[in-house]
């Protein structure tokens, strides 16, 4: 089945420690910057997104500041056309980490074993378990990380 965005916002809540906003350069533009690679682009407010952008804020200091709550719990882009590269490679998760009481806590992106979260505990579950494994196949890998996850009281879709 072809993926379906459910708008919850999460692989953006965290990237305010990857990207953020050095300069607003125009009414609608900004020059921004990636903390890991010191690159900047400029990005440009999506026009149907400008209005949300301005009268509301992000929900937390970590999401990237061009992350909006269009509707309870729906998340939008509001730079979505001129969005980073980074961005446009995302493509959701392979491993989605839920606490017991099913929010959605953690995340490894597709693709990668890039890990996200906003749990400490989860976080420290990750370090100490996951993150450093020698595991060479990403099949075993994935699953030896569900283990770990499912050990510690949380549930594991992927
Ligand atoms: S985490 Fe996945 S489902 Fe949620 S907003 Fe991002 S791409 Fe969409
Ligand atoms: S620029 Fe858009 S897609 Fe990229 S992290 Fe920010 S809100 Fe998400």
Redesign the pocket.
Known sequence: MA??????????STMGEIISILEQTGTTTFRIGYSATLEERVVTLDPDKQDLFFATSPKTSLACPFLRERAPGR?ICTVHQSRPELCRQ????RILVLDPAGH?VG?VREGSRHFTTTDPRLHAVWQTGCRLTDIQDEDVWEKNAEEIFTRSGYRVIR
Do not use: A, K, L, P
């Open positions: 993926f379906v965005c459910q708008m919850c916002g999460d692989c953006c998340f995302y493509s959701c998760f959605h995340r």
